[in-house]
């Protein structure tokens, strides 16, 4: 408990930091805040808007912050006046398509992933490992960008089942054109993920398959199959499940690539157009909402390894 | 992809550190690979180097009759040409020219101040492991996309504003510098998890029991033992960083044209794909071979050196 | 119709994005050659009497209704849903006094906003949501009258009040300001606009805004016709600026009721069932359903997009795309290329550098060859422009004067002034689009080989125009698209030293030229047609003269289209003869009144 709460604090430490550069990035040697706050051309009323909005952009840039956080906190992200949109509206719009795309890249990977790592580690050596080492070393290769291109206009152009200008189904609206949209795109980005976790997973399966207390479950008589899958691939998901935490980061840069190129409204598209126009709130709240998302799963994996692996709670409890 | 998920099948387990000697020795897959790898780098960086005065390579200056994609690849292009009638395959080498440049100079640096904090980090431990590895945290936490267009933007503007201090601001430059920061977290990470293993070894407890100072065993001990680790994470390392531009060219964030970089040259002719599809597809695969001569190679230089990195 | 005075059209406060302009650049021999006559037909009718504008009409090769002449084949049926693609989102939407209105945004708006006045086939202004506008005697006051019978979509009438209202309102917006210099304004600074009766109208000129000073503008109407014609609910423009509404939630009196908006993902718009215009036919107007506006920023992708069904409509000018649905029998392909944009290279005159003498511009114009920039970057699909007026355009002329391709001439005026005040470097901008691209880094050889260095800035489409608008720093040269529209007084508050305020200007370039301020302040006044026509002349000679501007093509446009959409071009004239023309002015609009899908 105590370790929780110290991670949290790092975290949100961290979170501070990192918000905190953002803002002084976008901020700092600013001639005229009210209006690059506003955005473009902005007409007499915007202006005078804005300015009631953030009175205090005279203020010193640890004084802006501070306003920023509290703001943020209560639940206020800010707001694009050029789109006449609220931050929160743009949420609301966007982080479903961006979410997605992480997650069925996620789900994609592991589904590809775990059974290749697995079957080549119990069959190591054999043809099927040699050729899945191969592939996966490929896929590694392959940039996201690349792969997606591929896709693309391999695919997408030419079978009309999948279209060219993506748009944002919910699955329970209607799963298969939520498929449609967003198979392509995650798998773009699921590739590479499978073929980083297969490898990792192998690795680490060989390693447990010669632990003792594999070998004492086969001396039992327990079947391959069990040792395997109920308690090697256990063992071994520890690393996995690191890995996962630590490609958030490098998914959210897959996840904007991606979205540009298959035209999905999502978080990423916005960041892009965002930094391209110099919507400096908007791209405060993306930066805090992504760096926290990150942030909080990798405190949750922290966790997760307490919980899963006895010893590191042991060890922990000890520091 | 990151650093830390390098293609090594050797993988540091979370308490334990001894490593069963079987699991060594992997015989994943047949060396004809590696040496494709060494034999693709080779030929490349000849080519990037000596692109002047080797004749079959071009200029990339228009060619007359050559524009809109006149050209597929053939005898005349061997990879066709542009937009413009440029021929691509002598921006493909041009382009390595420059691509690599950025690259190695950009994870030279990252190993230089990662490597040294991650040094710092993982020997001395207490207070400064704890302000160092909130430091690598930071850095890790801002999705790396973001910060890398950030301070482009950043840079753009400030070689506009003061030309006089900030004119050699190039994008060249920009890019250089933001790849390099952001490979310092990753090696920082690494090199502190081999520190630290390196660290408990008999030879520097020997060193210690000696009386040796901890300049000299960090210096004499540590670092030697960690050179040829080290190496295997460069390679990985400039093929991680040539995706990384790959990606930012493609957002435009990259160095400016008519400069060629990969990513811009894959970015570039992207749209027109469907009627020249050598003008993108080509780039690709140099871009491809050479991220997977680099990866071949690294993954083999790991394999040798055994490689420990953080999971914790 | 009752607008007395010549029939010329005429836009205002329209916003030109730099996207597209890509292959536009220079080389049209081949097209020359092969059409030839085309440009003769064009420039005879012109100097014939306006009247014959509509024998223009059937030997140029354009517009809508001219290629689905025919009948529709099809009852026109009800229901049915539209998908359109365009180019850009808008920045500020969607009230008229800050929206800033390119061409996707006005063919957006134009569905759930009504303009005052609209133009027809013949190019004259007539009345749409008025009834008619008259001029008094010397044509500086005009009097509009109110069409009854009309409400918004929240229910409230449309009246004399409202319309002064939103003309006032928005008339004060940065955007359509420069344009309106010459409407009178009372001491307090509001336009005298006011309402004289329930619904009439009276509008005051006075130069430079003046009611001392009368000021005659034959051809006021055709404004009305733009941006700051298209009218808004004056209880919705209230909540808004009183923050109780949103600014999106647009209330006009259009055929289509705005349903949703994702800014840069889609717009959404859903039938008016009380819209007040019929068909010739008696069918209530419109016919569709719905329709969703998305944005697709990739003109190749729009085009992909297109063949693959995803959307049924698309607007671009790109002619790597255009070119390729040129033939394709499974697709509709309308151009909007008369009276079309010029594509041209932008110059900022007032910053100081090179760029602000006369011999440097006019040798890099030297130095680009225009046929072979259109071979290269568009295999020579569009016309090289001498001018900013295309053929057809009052002002447009065969030869202006300008300064052939001579790239040694060229090479010796740049290493002149280079001797005497050191090297040239210019900094290009230009949107990332890969055409836009392959054209800065055309320019950026061409330019080197005479000895000048180029910088390519990559900028973002609604940054790049900021920049150009506030004079940014970096802003030096750019690729336009501009300048569509029949008369020269459209054109007025682009290149008028008067448009240019400080750290503020619709007149890009600067343009501080009292030879063309002389002009344009005649043509405005000008009611005789044939005089007008040579001012414009002038104008056009001046600009070749001074190389202002590097032109390199004429814009060509095209509206393609899914076979299932119907009845494109066909949305009646109120007054049940004819229809309205699409692409107005805003080259890639389309209106949706009568349109309907089959299949």
Known sequence: MRYALQRLGQ?????????????????????DPVRDLAGGIASESVLAQVEADYPYLDKPLVVQYGYWLTDFVRGDLGRSYALSQSAVEMFQQRLPATFFIGFWAIVLGLAIAVPLGVYSAYRRDGWFDRITSQVSFGLISFPPLVIAIFLMYLIAVRFSFFPVDSDYVAPWDSPIRHFQNFFLPSLALGLGLAAVWSRLLRADMILTLQSDFVMLARAKGMSPRRVLWGHALRASILSLVTSVALQMSGLVGGAVVVEQLFALPGVGDRLVFAIQSNDVLTLQAITAVLVGIVVLVNLGVDLLYGIIDPRIRAARAMR | ??????????????????????????????????????????????????????????????????????????????????????????????????????????????????????????????????????????????????????IVQRTDSLQVSYPDTFGWLSRTWAITFVLALLAIAPLARIVRAQTMSLREREFVLAARSLGASNRRILVREILPNLVPAMTSVLFIGVAVLLVAEGALAFLGYSVKSPTPTWGLLVSESRQRIAEAWWATIMPCVMMFMTVLSFNLIGDRLARRFDIREATL | MSGGAMARLSHTGRRRSATKVVGLIIGAGLIAAACGSKSEDVTTTTAAAPETTAAAETTTTTIAPATTAAPPEVEPVYGGRLVVAGEAEVANPWTPESMQCDSYCQMRARTFYDPLVVTNEDLEPVGFLLESFTPNEDFTVWTLQVREGVTFHDGTPLDAETVAFNLRTAGKGILLAGALRDVAKGPDGEFLVTATGPMTVEVQMGLDGDPSQPRPWPTFPYFLSGQWGLMASKQWLEAVKAGTANSVDAVGTGPFIVDSYAPGDKLVVKRNENYWLTAENGDQLPYLDEIEFRVIVDSQTRGQALKAGDVDLIATSDPNVIKEFDGDENFNLSDQNRFGETSYLLIHLAKEGPLQDQSVRCALGQAIDK????????????????????PGQEGYLDDNGSLPYDPDAAAAAIEAYEAANGPITINYSTTPTATNLATAQYIQEVWGAVGVDVNIDQI??????????????????????NHAGLGVDNQNFWWNSKSILPGFALNFGRLADPVIDELLFEARGESDADVRRGYAEDINRRFAEQCWILPLSFTKWGVISSPKVQNLGRSPQTSGEGFLRDGQGFPGQVWMHAVFVDG
């Open chain 1, 11 to 31: 975290f949100a430490i961290v979170f501070v930091v990192v918000t905190f550069i953002v803002l002084v990035a976008t901020r700092i040697g600013s001639e």
């Open chain 2, 1 to 150: 992809m990151t650093l830390t998920d390098t293609p090594s099948d050797t993988v540091d387990r979370p308490v334990s550190s001894e490593v069963p000697p079987a699991a060594k020795r992997q015989r994943g897959r047949p060396s004809w690979g590696l040496w494709i790898g060494v034999v693709w780098l080779v030929t490349l960086t000849f080519m990037a180097v000596f692109a002047d005065q080797l004749p079959f390579i071009r200029s990339t200056s228009r060619v007359k009759g050559a524009g809109n994609f006149a050209f597929g690849p053939g005898a005349e292009f061997w990879f066709g040409s542009d937009q413009l009638g440029r021929d691509v395959f002598a921006r493909c080498i041009y382009g390595a020219q420059i691509s690599l440049r950025i690259a190695v100079f950009s994870i030279l640096t990252g190993l230089l101040v990662g490597g040294s904090l991650g040094l710092a980090a993982g020997y001395f431990r207490g207070w400064v492991d704890r302000l160092v590895s909130t430091v690598i945290d930071v850095l890790l936490a801002f999705p790396a996309l973001i910060i890398a267009l950030l």
């Open chain 3, 371 to 390: 046929l072979d920039a259109i071979e290269v970057l568009s295999s020579g699909y569009v016309d090289p422009a001498n001018g900013p007026f295309s």
């Open chain 3, 460 to 481: 973002e489409q609604s940054t790049l125009i900021t920049n150009a608008l506030t004079g940014a720093e970096n802003f030096e040269v750019f690729l336009w698209r």
